[in-house]
């Protein structure tokens, strides 16, 4: 069954470190995603990618980069992060037109102390 | 940008009430629009969807219609259930200088009371 996996499901990094949040999908779709949830905020859109080797900026990339090595993987990588980066990351997958939904992963909480 | 608007953060309702949320949308194009649900601890899965080829969308008793005219695509139900008790999120995906950018509104928490 084709699938967006995430890894790790949970995370707790020092202010400061560096983490790499993971992102494996099966589905053979194009473009990937990633967004941070937060109460009040919704699901808002940090980095995504149209196909392997391609990163864009999405509305709040600021203190994350983005990778996206081949079609399957898509990671998401904070440098030096943050207690406001404390918050739940999805990965999603899709592509536009015809029967193609956009899939979630489960997420991964993440808490900067 | 595209943007996506829900004005009820939450909707409180009981057993066999109508659904009704408020979405509305602003972008330069005709995009695809969806409706997702959220589970706790889980991520969100798609309820339903609508492209320009087609105005409305209905999946497990939920419906929705696309209004070209009012950028609107509100969700409804006719009767809801103690099931249906999860976030909703609107959404589009707009196909913008070759990439598809999906973006997502507040999300709507509805609350059902048995």
């Known amino acids: 069954e084709a699938a967006v996996t995430q890894s790790p499901r949970n995370k707790v990094a020092v202010t400061g470190g560096k983490v790499t949040l993971s992102c494996n999908q099966t589905?053979?779709?194009?473009?990937m995603y990633w967004y941070r949830q937060d109460t009040g905020h919704g699901l808002r859109l940090i980095h995504y990618?149209?196909?392997?080797?391609?990163?864009e900026k999405g509305d709040i990339p600021d203190g994350y980069k983005a990778s996206r090595p081949s079609q399957e993987n898509f990671s998401l990588i904070l440098e030096l992060a943050t207690p406001s980066q404390t918050s739940v990351y999805f990965c999603?997958?899709?592509?536009?037109?015809?029967?193609?939904?956009?899939?979630f992963g489960s997420g991964t909480r993440l808490l900067v102390i | 940008g595209d943007s996506v608007t829900q004005k009820q953060g939450q909707v409180t309702l009981s057993e066999d009430d109508f659904l009704f949320i408020n979405c509305t949308y602003s972008t330069t194009t005709y995009p695809t629009l969806f409706w997702y649900v959220q589970y706790p601890g889980q991520g969100p899965q798609l309820l339903l969807k609508v492209t320009t080829a087609n105005n409305k969308g209905i999946s497990r008793g939920f419906e929705a219609t696309y209004d070209k005219g009012t950028t609107s695509f509100h969700l409804q139900k006719a009767s809801v259930q103690e099931s249906d008790s999860a976030v909703y999120f609107c959404a589009l995906v707009d196909r913008a200088g070759g990439a598809d950018r999906l973006t997502f509104g507040k999300g709507t928490q509805l609350i059902i009371q048995p």
């Open positions: 990618s149209y196909g392997a080797g391609s990163t």
């Open positions: 589905n053979n779709h194009n473009n």
């Open positions: 999603a997958s899709g592509d536009w037109g015809g029967d193609s939904d956009y899939t």
